[in-house]
């Protein structure tokens, strides 16, 4: 059998700040998560999104520290037009989330822009410019 791609994985400093950022983003997570150490919800094509929390890591690797420095991790979601992505940017950063980068006309065709989600992750958001 040849392991498959199932699950991405998020370490998170505070989870209900990070269940509101994804849910703004219309991720479904269920009700009273932000009580759970570990919280699960499946995205478009099978994988699943895992959030746990810095202390559910150090209950089995006690020596585990947070990395220092920028976030190594991203994750994109695909708007429906390049006003989208505009109209998600800032809802997010009206929000007091941190834009990395406002929306621009990318070289390779598409509107893009990044934003932080609480833990500095950065999360782009993109739409094709002829959408």
């Known amino acids: 059998m040849t392991p498959r791609f199932d699950v991405i994985g998020l370490v998170v400093s505070d989870l209900a700040a990070s269940l509101a950022f994804y849910r703004r983003l219309g991720l479904v997570f269920p009700e009273g998560a932000e009580e759970q150490p570990h919280v ?3 995205l478009p094509g099978g994988l699943r999104l895992a959030l746990d929390t810095e202390d559910t890591i150090r209950s089995f690797h006690p020596g585990w520290r947070p990395p220092a420095g920028g976030g190594r991790v991203s994750l994109a979601f695909r708007c429906d037009s390049p006003a989208e992505v505009d109209s998600v940017y800032e809802d997010l ?39």
Do not use: I, Q, S
């Open 40 to 42: 699960e919800t499946g």
């Open 93 to 131: 950063v009206g929000a007091g989330y941190h834009g990395a980068l406002k929306p621009w006309d990318a070289v390779w065709g598409m509107r893009y822009a990044v934003v932080h989600d609480p833990d500095g992750n950065g999360v782009d958001l993109f739409a094709d410019l002829g959408a």
